[in-house]
């Protein structure tokens, strides 16, 4: 992995890649040295770092991070399991296609957040709701991405299917879903992302636990050394999301170089 | 034959929706489920009149798409000019790719603490949130798209003389259009989602959020939904009016494409 | 083994279709008889219909007047007595070789399956191939595997749908060379629709010439000669000759003269 790394960014240009970051550090240093800014609005980079090893000791972070771990998966669980099925459903079948395709694109014009204030009054805030909203972001990428992939299965594949006799859930798990599977993968991407996403919008709207508490905490009693601690793990969390995410693209769909199937 | 299989297709799919509706009317109806939680139709339409008679509603619309409009418009044009940077130039794209890219992998809401903290409870976070949420799909889709544009487009420029300011204007960007409208539109999506972020989050008078907040306050689930249709229909209109728009300026490129 | 069987019969039988509310004739009155175990070439110019009657006789088309029989009986739908292989090769491109080879066995046991899958694609020179995937294979080795797949289902009759088409033209002899020692090892019937007068005369026992607008068919050859044939004989140019008569395509002179 480092080394294919290195290949394809070669050292110097490795290095031109610090200097946006080393930039904005000195000037945040320099900033905070010439009090530019209170200390209260803005902590140096060293108190930063000792901060989030600080979180890290006393084991808040970690339990923290759990339970914003958990409500992703759990909401992805929820949200995308459901798209995934209606997508399935919905490219195999122009009936239910023609049942719940307008209305989940009425539904889909309604900002995800939107839906938050009615969540709350129906279940309270409690930790269903959370989930509820995450799979809420979770549920439109994967049915769109998976109904795009099943209805986009080549006939050529159908024809086979029948010359094989293929039928029922051979036919879906050998030939539909395997055809339907770099659309689906986008769409689990995607909808984790999304998850992840929505999982601090739940948080910031009120709860006891979680990264997003971390901030809310760091808010209210002006900690912006914990506010930004809390933005940094959000950030490194999500972008090692993503990175596994990749990895995993790249290892299911190894050996499809063209996904056409080379000289057809 | 095609006006009774487009008859069938509408009659198919609003099945779904008006089954809902009946079960909803009946269900609210029968009064086994409190009305503050599940109001019946008839309700929420009177919601809708009154809500739209009320002067105070068009002002809360007017602040809403004011905040999308200047925070979009900002976010386009800033991410149209970063992406074209990255776009020409690779060591542009070296120096300020790696950064864009972790920051990015930052969710927007989450700047919300953050920003409140710096700025207070004002409009300015509630408007570079929007920002944001407008830059990163332009300055994506930018870059992107002139990555894309055909090494053979460079060739013909080359040859006929084609240089700086008039190669971007005549050659790059005409070849990118698809790839830069195509991240216009995902970019009005987004200011529009965040714009519930900035209002739900960062407490102001005026706005949609904020009587859909006002509803859930006051147990009044009608008002709720009333401005969730609100959102959504606004957010509609708004996004067919630029994908027209987008088609209009990509009138001749489909023969480009298929070829 | 199945000597006997594998005769496949075309009575009386025609097919159109509806185009714009008018109806296009596409096979008229077709009567053939493919015994067992020869090889019978389908040869006509594109649009002659000669793929819409080799999807009827695979059981993909299915509506159609008239008989299409095998060994007697009507043939319902695709079946395991029959292979095929597309002009296309048609592998699935997230299965290996192997895989794709064993995409008809599923019913069968893992180790008859890698017995079958092994031999196949011994037969057509491929065997350590297993783990690699389609795209990493050329063309002529792709419709190998292809074939290795119809034949692992040990079909009667295997029909061959242009399944040269897309190889260039030195391959494309050799994959020739190769069917007919696959045809003299299977002893099957195998039907091939091919528009390459060239490979019909090679590898045929009988040519069927077929005509567009409505598809008929205007000629029956056979070729008695032995076996391989010498593509630069007289006795194929002449064949060759009278072949492209029936197209209008034929030499002013005889082709005595031009040897």
């Given amino acids: 992995m480092s080394l294919k790394f290195l290949q394809r960014f070669n050292v110097k240009d490795r290095l031109l890649g610090l200097i946006v970051p080393l930039f904005v550090l000195a000037l945040w240093q320099g900033a905070v040295s010439q009090h530019l800014f209170s200390e209260l609005l803005l902590v140096p980079p060293l108190t930063l770092w000792n901060t989030i090893i600080e979180l890290f000791r006393s084991g808040d972070l970690i339990s923290n991070i759990q339970v914003s771990l958990n409500r992703v998966f759990l909401g992805f669980l929820l949200g995308g399991s459901a798209g995934f099925i209606l997508g399935v459903g919905m490219g195999l079948s122009p009936v239910i296609n023609r049942a719940l395709g307008p209305l989940v694109k009425v539904l889909q014009q309604v900002p995800e957040l939107a839906w938050m204030p009615m969540i709350i009054l129906l279940f309270g805030i409690d930790e269903f709701a959370r989930i509820f909203f995450i799979a809420i972001g979770a549920f439109y990428p994967m049915i769109f991405n998976t109904y795009q992939g099943v209805s986009g299965v080549p006939e050529k594949y159908h024809e086979l299917a029948r010359v094989f006799d293929y039928k029922s ?49 760091g808010r209210q009693m002006f900690q912006i050394d914990v506010v930004m601690a809390g933005l940094v793990v959000i950030g490194t969390l999500g972008l090692i999301i993503n990175t596994l995410l990749k990895k995993f693209e790249q290892f299911v769909l190894r050996g499809r170089v063209s996904f056409d199937g080379g000289a057809a | 034959m095609t006006i009774s299989n487009k008859t069938k297709a509408f009659l198919g799919s609003s099945i779904v929706p008006l089954l809902l509706v009946i079960v909803w009317q009946y269900v609210a109806s029968s009064g086994y489920v409190a009305s503050f939680i599940l109001p019946s139709p008839n309700q929420i339409i009177k919601t809708f009149v009154t809500n739209f008679v009320e002067k105070e509603y068009a002002l809360h619309i007017a602040a809403s798409l004011k905040r999308v409009l200047i925070g979009f418009l900002i976010g386009t044009v800033s991410g149209f000019s970063f992406g074209l940077l990255m776009g020409l130039s690779r060591t542009a794209e070296k120096i300020f790719g790696p950064f864009f890219n972790v920051i990015r992998q930052v969710p927007i809401i989450g700047f919300i603490p953050l920003i409140i903290m710096w700025f207070g409870v004002t409009e300015l976070p509630r408007i570079i949130i929007i920002t944001v949420a407008a830059f990163y799909p332009v300055t ?34 005409p070849a990118a259009l698809p790839s830069i409208t195509t991240g216009i539109t995902l970019a009005l999506g987004m200011s529009w989602a965040m714009l519930m972020a900035a209002e739900l989050f960062i407490q102001t008078y005026f706005g949609i959020g904020t009587r859909i907040q006002l509803g859930r306050d006051k147990f009044n689930m009608a008002l709720v939904i009333v401005g969730i249709i609100t959102v959504g229909a606004l957010g509609f209109f708004m996004t067919t009016i630029v994908e027209q728009l987008a088609k209009a300026l990509d009138r001749g490129k489909i023969i480009r494409k298929e070829t | 083994m199945s000597v006997a069987k594998g005769t496949l019969e075309i009575r009386n039988l025609s097919k159109s279709y509806v185009v714009d509310n008018n109806p296009l004739q596409i096979l008229k009155n077709i009567n053939i008889t493919f015994p067992a175990g020869a090889f019978v070439s389908i040869l006509g110019s594109s649009g002659c219909g000669k793929t819409t009657l080799l999807r009827i006789m695979l059981g993909l088309e299915t509506s159609y007047e008239g008989d299409a029989l ?157 076996r391989p044939r010498d593509r630069a004989s007289s006795e194929f140019m002449q064949i060759k000759a009278e072949i492209l008569n029936e197209f209008h395509l034929g030499s002013e002179y005889p082709f005595a003269y031009a040897i």
Wanted: proline fraction near 4%; glycine fraction near 10%.
């Fill in chain 1, 169 to 217: 859930f051979r036919y879906l798990s050998k030939v539909i879903i395997p055809s339907a599977l770099p659309s689906i993968i986008t769409g689990i991407r995607l909808s984790i992302g999304l998850s992840w996403m929505f999982l601090v919008g739940a948080e910031l709207f009120g709860t006891e636990s979680g990264v997003g508490f971390l901030m809310i905490m």
């Fill in chain 2, 140 to 173: 994506l889709n930018t870059f992107a798209g002139i990555r894309n544009v055909p090494k053979e487009y460079f060739e013909l420029s080359s040859v006929y003389g084609y240089k700086g300011l008039k190669l971007i204007r005549r050659i790059v960007i």
């Fill in chain 3, 70 to 226: 095998i060994d007697g009986e009507k043939i319902e739908g695709p079946g395991s007595n029959r292979g095929i292989v597309f002009q296309d090769h048609r592998l699935l491109p997230w299965l290996t070789v192997g895989e794709n080879v064993a995409f008809g066995l599923d019913k069968l046991n893992r180790k008859t399956k890698k017995l079958l899958v092994d031999e196949h694609l011994k037969l057509v020179g491929l065997s350590g191939f297993e783990g690699a995937y389609p795209a990493q294979l050329s063309g002529g080795m792709a419709q190998r595997v292809a074939i290795a797949r119809a034949l692992a289902n040990k079909p009667e009759i295997l029909l061959l749908d242009e399944p040269l088409g897309a190889l260039d033209a030195l391959t494309r002899m050799y994959m020739q060379k190769e069917l007919e020692r696959l045809w003299e090892f299977e002893k099957i019937t195998m039907i091939m629709v091919t528009h390459d007068v060239d490979e019909a005369i090679y590898l045929s026992d009988k040519i069927i010439i077929m005509s567009s607008r409505p598809g008929i068919i205007n000629k029956i050859i056979n070729i008695p000669s032995s």
